[in-house]
């Protein structure tokens, strides 16, 4: 079965920075797009980045442009998400996903599978 283990989150002060893994299994990673999605408290999911099999083609929220790199080790079967420059608003619990689609209507995403989470706290 489908498994995502996401591990890496913590407490930071803004400005600071967090790496962000995924351990998948249960599935071919490699052939796979993946996802980060994040949900803050009182909020629904918003889609974080995306990145294509081969690592190479990546796309990211516009409110983190610039402050993220998604990148995969498919020899590891691992995603990873750096994040810089953290800001308080970037505070959420943030999940590795496969399967993601976009509502039509609201843009939100519609996730198929997701792991577990991983709490990003930014504060001072």
């Known amino acids: 079965q489908v498994q995502l283990v996401e591990s890496g989150g913590g407490f930071v002060q803004p400005g600071g920075s967090l790496r962000l893994s995924c351990a998948a299994s249960?599935?071919?990673?490699?052939?796979?797009?993946m996802y980060w999605v994040r949900q803050a408290p009182g909020k629904g999911f918003e889609w974080v980045s995306t990145?294509?099999?081969?690592?190479?083609?990546?796309n990211y929220v516009d409110s983190m442009k610039g402050r993220l790199t998604i990148s995969r080790d498919n020899t590891k079967n691992t995603l990873y998400l750096q994040m810089n420059s953290l800001k308080s608003e970037d505070s959420a619990v943030y999940y590795c996903?496969?399967?993601?689609?976009?509502?039509?209507?609201?843009?939100?995403?519609?996730?198929?599978?997701r792991g577990q989470g991983t709490q990003v706290s930014v504060s001072s």
């Open positions: 996903a496969k399967d993601v689609q976009r509502d039509p209507v609201t843009r939100a995403p519609l996730i198929g599978y």
């Open positions: 249960g599935f071919t990673f490699s052939d796979t797009w």
């Open positions: 990145i294509n099999p081969g690592g190479d083609l990546t």
